[in-house]
C-alpha cells in the first residue's frame, strides 16, 4: 500500500540521495495525521457547540474528579496556557454557564473553577463523539498493533514530558 509521503520521499531521494529521509517517512505521516485528527476534533466538539480550547479546560475539570474543579494555577498547568489566556478563557466558559468560579475554602483569596452540569454535559458528549472518531482512524489496526504504536508514540514524546 502506497500513499502520498513515498511520493513525497521518492521525489526528494531522486533530489537529494544524499540524506537519509528515514525521519520524513514518520513525521510526515504524523503530521498529516494531525491534520485529520484535528479535523476530527473540531467535528466532534461542534456538535456539541464547544470549541477545542473549551474542551481543553473542560476536560481537564472533569478529569480532575467530583466536585470538578481545580485552582486556576492546577488548570494552566493541564492546559499549558498563560495565565492571562486562563483568565479570558475561564471568564467565557463563566458567561457560557459551564463551569463557575467559587472560592477556595483552603484560602480567602484564591479561588475555584468548577464544572456546572451544562458543562459535564459538554464535556461528555464531546468526548464520546471524539473517542467514535478516533475508533475509526484504528479500525483498520490490530489491538497488538494499536498497542504497539501506542508505546513507540509514547517513546518518541517522553523527551518533551
Known amino acids: 500500500m502506497r500513499d502520498e509521503v513515498d511520493e513525497l520521499v521518492e521525489a526528494w531521494a531522486r533530489e537529494r540521495s544524499d540524506l537519509d529521509l528515514g525521519p520524513v517517512e514518520v513525521f510526515s505521516r504524523i503530521s498529516r495525521l494531525s491534520r485529520h485528527l484535528d479535523l476530527a476534533?473540531?467535528?466532534?466538539?461542534?456538535?456539541e457547540g464547544i470549541e477545542s480550547w473549551e474542551f481543553d479546560v473542560l476536560a481537564a475539570l472533569r478529569r480532575a474528579g467530583t466536585p470538578y474543579e481545580l485552582s486556576p494555577g492546577r488548570l494552566l498547568r493541564e492546559t499549558l496556557v498563560t495565565?492571562?489566556?486562563?483568565?479570558?478563557r475561564v471568564d467565557r466558559l463563566v458567561a457560557r454557564g459551564l463551569?463557575?468560579?467559587?472560592?477556595?475554602?483552603?484560602?480567602?483569596?484564591?479561588?475555584?473553577?468548577?464544572?456546572?452540569?451544562?458543562?459535564?454535559s459538554a464535556v461528555d458528549s464531546a468526548f464520546t463523539a471524539l473517542l467514535e472518531a478516533?475508533?475509526?482512524?484504528?479500525?483498520?489496526?490490530?489491538?497488538?498493533?494499536?498497542?504497539?504504536?501506542?508505546?513507540?508514540?509514547?517513546?518518541?514524546?517522553?523527551?518533551?514530558?
Open 99 to 120: 463551569v463557575e468560579r467559587l472560592p477556595d475554602p483552603a484560602d480567602r483569596r484564591g479561588v475555584k473553577v468548577r464544572l456546572t452540569p451544562d458543562g459535564k
Open 83 to 88: 495565565s492571562g489566556t486562563m483568565t479570558n
Open 41 to 47: 476534533r473540531r467535528a466532534a466538539f461542534s456538535a
Open 134 to 161: 478516533e475508533r475509526g482512524f484504528l479500525a483498520d489496526l490490530p489491538d497488538a498493533d494499536r498497542e504497539r504504536l501506542g508505546d513507540l508514540l509514547r517513546t518518541l514524546l517522553t523527551p518533551f514530558s
